[in-house]
């Protein structure tokens, strides 16, 4: 069956032009391959934005992501604004506006260690070969959207972190389902030794557990969790967890696949859906060919995949792996050759499905020019 889809494009800042680039790349050869229509419209969001208009999400690029099937999403953050604690506007809030005004309350990060670059990660390849995990972070509550006050005198400040029983049940339902498709098991980073909010979230997610009777249920801290992902990643199947503890434990989890330029995300609502690379803006590489795209362009497999595209889905995923295989990749996952560009690791991978079955496809013929494969 063909689709028409109408995706909204914020590239944003920094490397996010350049990776998002990539992706349009990958989802234009998937509907090239497949007979779909991808329409694709840009608007600002981020420092950028701030530049034009001096609003971190202007409302027509608002208005925009509400009226498109999908959000495809780059990167945000400047070092003007990340070196200055004082600066009342701020490229970040435009994400989190954006993820409240949408209703994305749930985060959604694969994360998988590939065979060809254990070798990439700090961590023990007898450790790490096999991981892959899904984590599911919950997005628009918590303290990152609580009340913040701060002191006439500017001495105490405080952030509060608050969660209802709708917030935590909805996503944990979407963990649950998750699971039943994988290895039938969640477990739930919290803190509930010290923090209310915590002890909620048990509550609630072994209520919600018992609509689930073949997936099981673990509870970790989240100061061992994090532990437990150095130590053994393996062990994890369906990480559920909170926003700020979803924010830091996703991040750590990007040492296991040997680079954060791997990991992609959907954050989705009951309406609406945004996908999009977990890396941040990464300004020392803006314009220099050297961001990896990959992050972004497993991000528009995820996009294929919430439209329940699951063939082209697969085969963006085939051919990230081909290119890993191969060696096609940027410089933070191949010392060895430091001239594979972002958009030649594009290149790659737009040549792969479109033509999926080519024989030249290895070591011996394979040339990095303007076309890939020659």
Known sequence: MTMKLNIAVLSGD????????????????????????????????????????????PDATLDLCKHSDAVLFGAIGDPKYDNNPNAKVRPEQGLLKLRKELGLYANIRPVKAYDMLLSQSPLKEENIKGTDISIYRELTGGIYFGEKQLSEDGNIASDLCEY???????????????????????????????????????????????????????????????????????QFDVILTENM???????????????????????????????????????QATGKGIANPIASILSAAMLLDHFELHEEAEMVREAVEKSLQLEITTPDLNSKNNTITTSKVGDFIEDFINNPKDSNLNFANIHLGQSTII
């Open 164 to 234: 209802s029983r709708e917030e935590i049940e909805r996503i944990t339902h979407l963990a649950f389902k998750a699971a039943q498709t994988r290895q039938k098991k969640v477990t739930l980073v919290d803190k509930a030794n010290v923090l209310e909010t915590s002890r909620l979230w048990r509550n609630v997610v072994k209520q919600v557990a018992e609509d689930y009777p073949d997936v099981a249920l673990e509870f970790l801290f989240v100061d061992n969790a994090a532990m437990q992902l150095i130590l053994n990643p393996k």
């Open 14 to 57: 920094g490397i996010g032009p350049e990776v998002t680039k990539e992706a349009i790349k990958t989802l234009k050869a998937i509907a090239q391959e497949f007979d779909h229509t991808f329409n694709f419209k840009s608007a600002s969001v981020g420092a950028i934005a701030i530049d034009e208009t001096g609003e971190p999400l």
């Open 245 to 283: 503890f979803g924010d830091i434990i996703s991040d750590e989890a990007s040492v296991i696949g040997g680079s954060i330029g791997l990991l992609a995300s959907a954050s989705v609502g009951d309406k609406h859906a945004m996908f999009e690379p977990i890396h941040g803006s990464y300004p």
